[in-house]
């Protein structure tokens, strides 16, 4: 058989196998879905004093909650090899600058339950003090597949003690 022959038919069989609905997903193997801040929805009932803009989100008045709520997708696998019915490693990060000198953003990764909307996990981060340089805020953890996933912010508002901005965030699936 001639090299490009073998070549061709090994790239056949990793491809095939790549199909393979059997396949385990193996260690390190992940599923990244990153978002624009501007998909986040403020939640309460005066929603006008966030800024959106293709390239961030920012509160600018101190009307409302100060929520937000952004929503996360996720893959539902029914082969047990690669992640149980219950529970799936799930790293999400929040790329923000946070320079406000008296509060801080929080940001909480929420699971709840399909059969009832009751809560299954929270996973919560906050930044640390002011700074302009962008950071991320990462939470970790297991959360169920039979249930739904949300991002839930709490943003200070920009003014004379500083200012904040979310510019991404992005969830990676089988990433703990």
């Known amino acids: 058989m001639s090299r490009m022959a073998r070549f061709v038919l090994g790239v056949g069989c990793v491809a095939m196998s790549m199909l393979s609905p059997t396949r385990d997903a193996g ?15 403020e939640s309460g009932s005066e929603t006008g004093d966030f800024n959106r803009s293709e390239y961030r989100i920012t509160r600018t008045g101190s009307a409302g909650s100060g929520v937000l709520l952004c929503p996360l997708v996720r893959d539902a696998f029914s082969s047990p090899s690669v ?18 000198f008296r509060e ?7 699971n709840k339950l399909l059969s009832d909307g009751s809560a299954f996990s929270y996973k919560s981060a906050t ?4 700074s302009t340089t962008a950071k991320k805020l990462t939470m970790k953890g297991g ?31 089988g990433a703990l």
């Open 27 to 41: 260690a390190g193997s992940t599923d990244d879905k990153s978002y624009p801040a501007f998909m986040c929805l």
């Open 83 to 100: 992640y149980s019915d219950y529970d799936a490693d799930m790293t999400v990060e929040v790329t923000l600058q946070d320079n406000h």
């Open 104 to 110: 801080d953003i929080t940001c909480t990764v929420i």
């Open 127 to 130: 930044t640390e003090g002011a």
């Open 143 to 173: 959360f169920a597949l039979q249930g739904y996933s949300f991002l839930k912010c709490q943003v200070p508002t920009n003014g004379t003690d500083g200012w904040t901005r979310i510019f991404a965030y992005k969830a990676l699936e």
